[in-house]
């Protein structure tokens, strides 16, 4: 048998053959037919075209190029390679620093090179402005389950092996979108005696790296962002879902206990202030015991917070007092709420005239604490949820009195 990854043999040779991403074909066509090829930047999950795409377009051009990848090489040797080259495929540019980024930049200026460039991760995060303002930015997607299906008849031709339609449904499962890891597989189940090939067996059988979770790429963020979510809109069971995505992705543990803790204090806040000792309790339990049993008070945690009635007053109250900051400037603090440390400072007045709470009864006393500039400034609204009103009860009817 052929050492070359089936994967690699069925890379297609022209646009004809090409599989997916029907919606930049259109964009595609007429770059192809521009009289001159711009630089371009693919970005979308490992498996969907990226590279390839580049390649086409690079051969369909009939001058020299030169394909590398960003993880593998340097500068250095990067500029003796690009000697004579018209055309450069650097595949993972999000695994070269901002500052090596700038390295293209002049190239790019001048038209001495077209840069074909893939990344999984978000360019608007990981590649600079400056970069990016020279590339056309083309959004790959995860290829559908027709076209993956598509693809896994190629590729069973290719090996002259014949998979149950069932079998060949079991790994386009388990593709998750990806063409590469649907052909890795399919060698994969080529090499299986018959009877371990039916769907059942093929299961048991597949290795533990198709639970795909690309936690260096978009999908970190995108599964973190949905378990939030899901917890803000209580959705106990979206919440445990995305948070299983997590966990058998092999996520680092204290990531998703750090998204708890947020979540607990952004999400629930004042409506429930055991939230937040739950969540913190959480991340210190999964230390404790680790992992895999860590799931188990994760899962309390995030069907916890999914349940606990919401309140996000205190975010809101930072953010308006933020605003207020970046709008106007800090102020300053009133001199009798400042510390008097030296004599010096008492000469200045300060701390004279304040008026000490636990002195008065209730341990209140009317004052103004905010400095004059500001006035009468609100920043925290309490709402109608869960612990809130009882916390903010008093407060309103002394304090807020006078609204």
């Not at 590469?180 to 090499?191: H, K, M, S, Y």
Request: proline share 7%.
């Amino acid at each position: 048998m052929s050492a070359e990854p089936l994967a690699h043999k069925l890379r297609p040779h022209d646009m004809a053959e090409f599989i997916g991403q029907e919606h930049l074909k259109t964009r595609l066509t007429a770059i192809s037919q521009a009289e001159r090829l711009p630089s371009m930047l693919f970005f979308g999950p490992p498996g969907c075209g990226k590279s390839t795409l580049a390649i086409l377009l690079a051969k369909a051009r009939g001058l020299p190029y030169l394909r590398v990848s960003a993880p593998e090489t340097g500068l250095q040797p990067l500029r003796k390679q690009l000697a004579g080259k018209k055309i450069l495929i650097l595949d993972e540019l999000h695994r070269f620093s901002k500052a090596q980024q700038d390295f293209f930049l002049p190239l790019l200026e001048s038209g001495e090179i077209t840069l074909l460039a893939t990344t999984t991760e978000n360019p608007s995060f990981s590649v600079t402005k400056q970069l990016l303002s020279r590339m056309h930015v083309l959004r790959l997607r995860p290829l559908s389950h027709l076209e993956l299906r598509k693809v896994g008849e190629k590729g069973q031709a290719a090996l002259q092996t014949d998979l149950s339609p069932e079998s060949l449904e079991t790994l386009i499962h388990y593709s998750g979108g990806d063409a590469r890891t649907l052909l890795n597989l399919l060698e994969f189940a080529a090499g299986l005696p018959p009877d371990k090939r039916v769907p059942e067996a093929l299961k048991a059988s597949l290795p533990e790296a198709v639970l795909r979770g690309d936690r260096d790429g978009d999908s970190h963020y995108e599964l973190a962002s949905a378990l939030i979510k899901s917890i803000r809109g209580s959705d106990p069971d979206a919440a445990v879902y995305y948070l299983a995505c997590l966990v058998e992705s092999g996520e680092d543990p204290r990531f998703i206990c750090r998204r708890l803790i947020i979540s607990s204090s952004e999400d629930v806040g004042l409506a429930d202030p055991m939230a937040m000792p739950m969540a913190v309790s959480c991340a210190k339990a999964v230390e404790m015991i680790g992992m895999p049993e860590g799931f188990i008070p994760m899962a309390e945690t995030a069907i916890y917070l999914s349940l606990a009635k919401k309140s996000n007053s205190a975010y809101s109250a930072y953010l308006a007092a933020r605003q207020e900051i970046l709008v106007s400037g800090t102020k300053p603090v009133p001199l009798y709420l400042r510390n008097a440390s030296t004599k010096l400072q008492k000469e200045w007045g300060y701390g004279k005239g304040y008026k000490y709470p636990h002195a008065y009864p209730g341990a209140y006393v009317e004052q103004e604490y905010l400095p004059a500039d500001v006035g009468n400034r609100e920043y925290y609204h309490p709402k109608d949820q869960g612990a809130e009103p009882r916390l903010a009860a008093w407060w309103q009817q002394v304090v807020r009195k006078k609204e």
